[in-house]
């Protein structure tokens, strides 16, 4: 289940106005500290993204960062940072303005594709994608998705 993986030590929130390098790399920091993934994941990402990768941008201004399992995811895991003065446009384009940025490890196909699924539904859902952008704290987060996830 999503709420086994977006636990609330891996959901940050910033006010700091950010390039779309710091959010990734301020996303990627609780799986960092976790060592769900190396610092080697968090380069292969950038640098995807900074080779004309603007495909993780989901639309509705979320994106979601992630690299081959190769390039150093130790767990499946993932993290969640909103942007809360302003989005960090991917590669500065204004068309892929993101102020919700996840950041997602998987180590096999099986985990990849749980996790994935039930991250698209609660992103797909209108109701809980402008609830979990006004949230304001990883505790109103984590009970969002909790209760998404109850109710299905």
Known sequence: ML??????EKIRFS???????QAVTQVAEPLLA???????????????????????HLGYGIALAHARPEAGAVRTSLSMLRLTEGPAPLLDLPEHAVDLYFCFAAVDATAH???????????????TREALRAAGSAAEVTTLIKRFEEDR
Request: aromatic share 6%; hydrophobic share 45%; charged share 20%.
């Open 15 to 21: 006010s700091d106005s950010l390039t779309w390098r």
């Open 34 to 56: 976790a060592g769900d993934i190396t610092a080697g994941y968090v380069d292969a990402m950038i640098e995807s993204i900074a080779a004309g990768g603007t495909y993780i």
């Open 113 to 127: 594709t749980t996790a994935m699924s039930s991250l698209a539904r609660i992103l797909s859902d209108t109701e």
């Open 3 to 8: 709420s086994e993986l977006l636990t609330a």
